[in-house]
C-alpha cells in the first residue's frame, strides 16, 4: 500500500499566477476527493470524482478551480489567477466503494501547501 | 456552515492521564464517525472510527464513546502519552450521500506533557 501521494509538497508563487497539483490515490480506490485546510481549521469539502466523473462540487470551489480526473486514475487541481485567500494546504483523500450506500473512511495524502505572495 | 462542533480546541495534558475531545453534530443523515489524526507536515490519518448502532468502540487506548439521541460522540486517549500529541479531528459522513458527504470539526490541538 503506497498510499495517497501529493506533488508537490509546497508551491509558493505570486499573486495572480496559476498553479497545478497533482493527486495519485491507492491504485483500487475509485473514489477521489479534494479538501482545503487552513490554519486552525479542519478539511473542508471542494470536490469528488468516482473513477473520472466528477459528482460533486462544493460552493467553495470558484470559478478560478479547476479539477480533472482523466481516465479516473490521477487527478489535479487547478488554480487560475491566484489570491492571497487561496493560501492553504490542499488535501486529497482517496477511498474504495463499488457500492454508494457503504460508508468508507477516506485516505489522505500529506497534501500540498500554498501559500500566495 | 459547520456541521460538526468540535471542542476543546486545545487541550494539555500529562503524560499518564486521560484525554478527552468532544463532538456535536446536527445532521441525524450523518451515519459514520471517524476519528483523525494529524502530525504537523502530515495529512489526516484515521484514527477509530464507530457507527451509530453502537454506544463505544475502544480500540487499544482509543475510546470512542456515542451518544445518538444527543447527537454527540467524544474520543477518549487513557494512559495518554508526548507521542499523542497531534491535532485530532472527529469528522461525521453521510453514506447515502452520492459522494459520501464527509464534514470535519475544526480540529483539537492536544499536547502530552512528558
Known amino acids: 500500500d503506497t498510499g495517497v501521494s501529493q506533488d508537490p509538497r509546497h508551491k509558493i508563487t505570486k499573486r495572480g499566477q496559476n498553479v497545478t497539483f497533482r493527486c495519485d490515490p491507492i491504485?483500487?480506490?475509485?473514489?477521489l476527493y479534494w479538501y482545503r485546510q487552513t490554519l486552525g481549521q479542519g478539511p473542508e469539502f471542494l470536490t469528488y470524482?468516482?473513477?473520472?466523473?466528477?459528482?460533486?462540487k462544493s460552493r467553495l470551489l470558484s470559478d478560478r478551480f479547476s479539477a480533472e480526473r482523466p481516465k479516473g486514475s490521477f487527478s489535479t487541481l487547478e488554480i487560475q489567477r491566484t489570491e492571497q485567500g487561496d493560501s492553504a494546504m490542499y488535501l486529497c483523500?482517496?477511498?474504495?466503494?463499488?457500492?454508494?450506500?457503504?460508508?468508507?473512511?477516506?485516505?489522505f495524502g500529506n497534501g500540498t501547501r500554498l501559500t500566495v505572495t | 456552515q459547520q456541521q460538526v462542533k468540535q471542542s476543546p480546541q486545545s487541550l494539555i495534558v500529562q503524560k499518564g492521564g486521560i484525554s478527552i475531545i468532544n463532538c456535536a453534530y446536527e445532521?441525524?443523515?450523518?451515519?459514520?464517525f471517524p476519528w483523525y489524526q494529524q502530525f504537523p507536515g502530515k495529512g489526516p490519518a484515521l484514527l477509530i472510527a464507530?457507527?451509530?448502532?453502537?454506544s463505544e468502540k475502544k480500540e487499544g487506548r482509543f475510546t470512542i464513546s456515542f451518544n445518538k439521541s444527543a447527537k454527540q460522540f467524544s474520543l477518549h486517549i487513557m494512559d495518554s502519552q508526548p507521542g499523542d500529541s497531534a491535532t485530532y479531528f472527529c469528522?461525521?459522513?453521510?453514506?447515502?450521500?452520492?459522494?459520501?458527504?464527509?464534514?470535519f470539526g475544526a480540529g483539537t490541538r492536544l499536547t502530552v506533557k512528558p
Open positions: 483523500a482517496s477511498s474504495p466503494s463499488s457500492d454508494r450506500r457503504k460508508n468508507s473512511p477516506l485516505h
Open positions: 491504485s483500487e480506490h475509485n473514489r
Open positions: 470524482f468516482q473513477n473520472e466523473a466528477q459528482l460533486e
Open positions: 445532521n441525524t443523515a450523518f451515519d459514520y
Open positions: 464507530i457507527r451509530p448502532d453502537v
Open positions: 469528522a461525521a459522513q453521510n453514506g447515502r450521500a452520492v459522494w459520501n458527504d464527509m464534514r
